[in-house]
């Protein structure tokens, strides 16, 4: 079945820096991918979705690359600011597993410090 | 604004006890889940139902139950809690099997 990698586990940055967020997935058929935060006691929130016939995405300050042929999805959130202290985690699905189910990268914990 | 509702927030018991976590979501959608969280934060999908049907079924316990009356209603039962049901069990809707995901807030499990 899928395997979704995402480092790094922890990442700590400075208001302003950027900070980015990587996961790598092993199903080929993988066709849609998906950013998710999480602030503490709370749910998950949606930030950005993807399907695999885009190479790149822009909003509000978060930009998601996919390298398909590398099996690689980024998250890069330019220019942080505290608020943005969180879990982020990616989350993919195949169209061939006919359930839409997604499978999720472990989390990474992102601190912005002042 | 939150369209995934879940309850309760938080639910302590003991060992051999039944529990039950109610969703229901207001964005019409057509698929619901159930997710696990656990104390390291990584999330397993449990059960899928498209429109009150039953599309997916982990490798979960037999004594967790997924019950589904409409398509705006999933809820989890756990007949007899075991302290690794300890957990935050998550609910998500999607319009479709391949949309966006919405989650709810989270149940919360501490079985003692």
């Known amino acids: 079945g899928e395997q979704v990698e995402q480092r790094p586990p922890h990442l700590s940055v400075r208001e302003g820096d950027s900070a980015i967020i990587i996961c790598t997935y092993t199903d080929s058929a993988t066709a849609y991918f998906s950013w998710y935060k999480q602030e503490a006691g709370a749910g998950l929130q949606l930030l950005m979705s993807?399907?695999?016939?885009?190479d790149r995405k822009e909003e509000q300050g978060l930009t998601v690359l996919l390298n398909k042929k590398d099996k690689r999805l980024s998250l890069n959130l330019t220019a942080a600011h505290p608020g943005d202290s969180a879990v982020y985690f990616c989350?993919?699905?195949?169209?061939?597993?006919?359930?839409?189910?997604?499978?999720f990268g472990d989390g990474t914990v992102l601190t912005v410090k002042p | 604004e939150t369209a995934v509702f879940q309850t309760p927030n938080y639910h302590v018991t003991q060992v051999g006890n039944e529990v039950s976590f109610n969703c229901k979501q207001t964005l019409g959608h057509d698929t619901m889940y159930w997710y696990k969280q656990d104390s390291k934060k990584l999330l397993k999908i449990m059960f899928s139902?498209?429109?009150?049907?039953?599309?997916v079924n982990e490798t979960v316990p037999r004594r967790f139950s997924p019950q589904s009356s409409d398509k705006a209603h999933l809820n989890l039962r756990i007949k007899s809690v075991e302290p690794e049901d300890s957990a935050v069990y998550l609910c998500?809707?999607?319009?479709?099997?391949?949309?966006?995901?919405?989650f709810g807030p989270g149940t919360r499990l501490t079985v003692l």
């Open positions: 998500a809707s999607s319009q479709e099997r391949y949309a966006e995901q919405f």
């Open positions: 139902y498209n429109n009150k049907q039953l599309i």
């Open positions: 989350a993919v699905s195949a169209r061939d597993t006919n359930t839409g189910k997604l499978t």
């Open positions: 993807v399907l695999s016939n885009v």
